[in-house]
């Protein structure tokens, strides 16, 4: 298995729902990546697990709440959500924290906040 | 100005055509990415460089470490080839995070 899976593909939530994204890899890679893309520009990083310990936060605004409850496994719990969140939240793995011997990407979350 | 910097910003191409991709960057690097993302969907990670030439299928990348600037060539370009391509960038003065370019938006007209 070479992928990194993101479950849903598409969400549509109001400002006051509580949903979760889902990214999943079975590749034994033990750095896992948060990234928010909005459209036309580079993705920005949030989160940054190593060995399933939060190691970067880029200053990420409180409704957003990672977790890391195994090594295969990162979640991103969103709450209280604004319209400008709206974004292609994509998730990322690579074997350690060095990022070598390279990304493995997923295809994202489509998030719209209503 | 931006750490790094991709140019062109846009490209169009004739199907066939030899394409040219540069990205220039600014301060000492462990590795480069050239990355490949269609409309809407998520990333392919194409290239991990830290020096010399990598080659793919019809995809070639490039790198001058003494210079920073990494080029990616697409040779025979199909249609299918329609996408961003993105460099991005790794180095301990951004604490070993990615740095992306804005990105270049090739569209291959058959």
């Known amino acids: 298995d070479t992928e990194v899976t993101q479950t849903p593909k598409h969400l549509v939530m109001g400002m006051t729902n509580k949903k979760s994204l889902k990214c999943e890899q079975h590749?034994?890679?033990?750095?896992m990546y948060w990234y928010k893309q909005k459209a036309k520009k580079p993705p920005e990083l949030m989160f940054v697990y190593s060995y399933e310990k939060l190691s970067i936060n880029e200053s990420v605004p409180s409704r957003f709440s990672p977790e890391c409850p195994n090594s295969s496994l990162l979640n991103l719990h969103l709450h209280a959500l604004q319209p400008e969140d709206s974004a292609l939240y994509l998730c990322a793995s690579s074997l350690f924290q060095t990022g070598t011997p390279g990304y493995t990407f997923g295809s994202g979350t489509r998030l719209t906040v209503v | 100005k931006n750490e790094v910097e991709q140019s062109p910003q846009n490209l169009t191409a004739q199907e066939g055509e030899f394409i040219t991709i540069n990205c220039s960057y600014s301060?000492?690097?462990?590795?480069l990415h050239w990355l490949q993302q269609h409309p809407g969907g998520g990333i392919v990670s194409l290239f991990m460089l830290s020096s010399g030439k990598k080659k793919h299928g019809r995809l070639i990348a490039t790198i001058n470490i003494q210079e920073k600037h990494s080029s990616l060539h697409i040779t025979a370009s199909h249609p299918r080839d329609s996408a961003v391509y993105i460099c991005?960038?790794?180095?301990?003065?951004?604490?070993?995070?990615?740095?992306f370019g804005a990105g270049t938006i090739l569209r291959v007209k058959s």
């Open positions: 301060v000492g690097i462990s590795a």
């Open positions: 590749m034994g890679h033990r750095a």
């Open positions: 991005a960038v790794r180095s301990e003065e951004y604490g070993n995070k990615l740095v």
